[in-house]
């Protein structure tokens, strides 16, 4: 079965800062890789995904995230934030054959002025 | 182009009530489709989901129901809420027959069980 750790639930940053939100997950199978964001009292959106190719991967407003096989993680990253890119992320994980993805229980990225 | 609409945005119900929650999808067919529950600080808790019409499958036991009348529609019902129901509520969908499911979601319904 596949599972999903988002290790850090607060990352707290500077406005022009870089910033790094980390997810693992596990799975015995090939997977599908995401990143979702949600703004406040809202739906999540979809930053970026990992199908197959690449394994950098670059997203909408800036995002980017490099799928690492043997250390089995995906984080995301922006090399300079702003305090718009405060929100919730989640990290997702889909395998072959299943309809449902596993989301990680968040990171609240909080970009201060 | 696809879009998804959850109704209503917020509601506050007395314990005891029934609810009713409605979730539509436009421009697509046959989409697979999603309830959530998000409690306060917490992340996603897939409550159920359906493959097509009258296909439900539950992932939680809970004081809730979901059904699907027609095709791109779903819904969300409980007879009597509980304070625990508290939480906001998402649905979504995703393009059926494919693993590399991309889910879409709606703005969710904040739910208040005073």
């Known amino acids: 079965a596949q599972s999903v750790t988002q290790l850090d639930s607060q990352v707290p940053v500077f406005e022009e800062a870089p910033v790094e939100l980390r997810c693992n997950y596990s799975s015995s199978v090939s997977v599908y890789l995401f990143w979702y964001v949600q703004y406040p009292n809202q739906g999540l959106q979809l930053l970026l995904k990992y199908l197959s190719g690449s394994t950098l991967v670059k997203g909408i407003n800036g995002f980017e995230a490099e799928f690492n096989k043997s250390q089995t993680s995906f984080h995301l990253r922006k090399p300079s934030v702003h305090i718009s890119d405060t929100a919730e992320y989640f990290c997702?994980?889909?395998?072959?054959?299943?309809?449902?993805?596993?989301f990680g229980r968040g990171t609240s990225l909080i970009v201060h002025p | 182009s696809q879009t998804i609409h959850q109704w209503p945005a917020t509601l506050v119900q007395p314990v005891g009530s029934p609810l009713s929650l409605e979730c539509t999808v436009e421009?697509?067919?046959?989409?697979?489709l999603y309830w959530y529950r998000q409690a306060a600080g917490r992340g996603l808790q897939l409550l159920f989901y359906s493959v097509g019409i009258g296909q439900i499958s539950s992932e939680v036991p809970q004081n809730l129901s979901a059904s699907r009348p027609q095709d791109r529609q779903f819904i969300l019902s409980s007879k009597k809420l509980l304070l625990s129901d508290s939480g906001f509520y998402l649905c979504?969908?995703?393009?059926?027959?494919?693993?590399?499911?991309?889910?879409?979601f709606g703005a969710g319904t904040r739910l208040s069980v005073l």
């Open positions: 997702a994980v889909s395998e072959g054959g299943s309809y449902i993805p596993t």
């Open positions: 421009g697509t067919s046959n989409p697979n």
């Open positions: 979504a969908w995703s393009v059926q027959s494919l693993a590399k499911n991309i889910q879409y």
